[in-house]
């Protein structure tokens, strides 16, 4: 069956950076767009950064320039690279395959003084 395992999280001073991983199973990973999205207390589900199977990368505005989303096929692993990070980023962080209804139990990132 699919399986998505994020990793990575915690609790980051503002300013500071964080390195979210997605191990994905069960899917032929290299064929799928790959999504990371964050929901924080209260709000709906966001998009927050998409890589295509080509390695094409899209960004929300409100991480642009400051977040950067890669992928490694040979490890069926997405990552999302978080910089100068904000207490509005405070979220739980999910991946998932575009188009699909997989998603995995999320990381918790708090970005708190």
């Known amino acids: 069956q699919v399986q998505l395992v994020e990793s990575g999280g915690g609790l980051v001073q503002p300013g500071g950076s964080l390195r979210l991983s997605c191990a994905a199973s069960g899917i032929i990973f290299s064929h799928y767009h790959m999504d990371w999205y964050r929901q924080a207390p209260g709000k709906q589900r966001e998009l927050v950064a998409s890589?295509?199977?080509?390695?094409?990368?899209n960004y929300a505005d409100s991480v642009k320039g400051r977040f950067t989303i890669s992928r490694d096929n040979t490890k069926k692993t997405v990552y999302l690279q978080m910089n100068s990070l904000r207490p509005e980023d405070t979220a739980v962080y999910y991946c998932?395959?575009?188009?699909?209804?997989?998603w995995g139990q999320g990381t918790q990132v708090t970005v708190s003084s």
């Open positions: 998932n395959p575009y188009g699909t209804s997989y």
């Open positions: 890589i295509t199977n080509m390695a094409g990368t």
